[in-house]
């Protein structure tokens, strides 16, 4: 069974632009979560998407949003980035909800803004 | 707000030998999970063991082993025969059974191991 993966890989943009990046869950996983790392404030949870409703969300500002579709493909996207939005962005899927579904993490999506 | 602390920002093993990493959290939950999480220089976090609060017994995967003190909220995680594979950031993480998709983790402790 395929793993979670992440597009693009690696991507550079200017202040002001806006992004959006793709996450695809393993087979069968409804619940998409994102996370940001940076090395000042470690990982950080953004949102968690479920069924198609965004179910949880953290303290980020409304710049940051995301979506998930019925096949349960999720995107997030930044709007007007700005440098310190510059991180390793991690999304990872789980097969249902609750603390005790291990969350299967992708190889992430590392933006740089300049 | 729940907390989960690294005290080790650096730990080094030699090869074949045992670490122990530590990690305190703050919580006023009854209800909730403990993870490690391995990171290695792929960046691809791997799940290494995980650890129910409600359960007394403290969690064994092979080589990987925790001690859970719930009283204490400390969540230690031990090596034994450290292997160079082992090598990586190392996360503690938290989630309230009802923080769905929500993971609270520590700041990390990078692991060297020597050969």
């Known amino acids: 069974k395929a793993g979670v993966t992440q597009t693009p890989r690696y991507l550079i943009k200017t202040r002001g632009q806006q992004v959006t990046l793709s996450c695809s869950p393993i087979?069968?996983?409804?619940?998409v979560s994102w996370y940001q790392q940076t090395p000042g404030q470690g990982l950080q949870f953004l949102f968690e998407y479920f069924s198609e409703t965004q179910r949880n969300k953290g303290n980020f500002p409304g710049r940051f949003s995301g979506r998930q579709f019925s096949n349960s493909r999720s995107e997030m996207n930044v709007s007007t980035l700005e440098l310190g939005d510059s991180a390793l962005y991690l999304c990872?899927?789980?097969?249902?909800?609750?603390?005790?579904?291990?969350?299967?993490f992708g190889p992430g999506t590392r933006l740089t803004v300049l | 707000a729940q907390t989960v602390t690294q005290s080790q920002p650096e730990m080094s093993v030699q090869e074949a030998e045992t670490v122990t990493l530590s990690c305190t959290y703050d919580t006023s939950e009854s209800d909730y999970y403990l993870f490690w999480y391995k990171q290695p220089p792929s960046r691809q976090m791997i799940l290494v063991i995980r650890q129910e609060a409600y359960k007394q017994q403290n969690a064994t995967e092979n080589r990987f082993s925790v001690n859970f003190q719930k009283a204490a909220k400390s969540f230690s995680l031990k090596i034994s025969d450290s292997q160079l594979g082992d090598a990586a950031m190392y996360f503690c993480a938290y989630t309230r059974s009802t923080s769905y998709g929500k993971l609270t983790f520590g700041q990390g402790t990078i692991l060297t191991v020597h050969p």
């Open positions: 990872a899927s789980s097969l249902g909800r609750g603390g005790l579904n291990e969350q299967f």
């Open positions: 087979s069968g996983h409804r619940s």
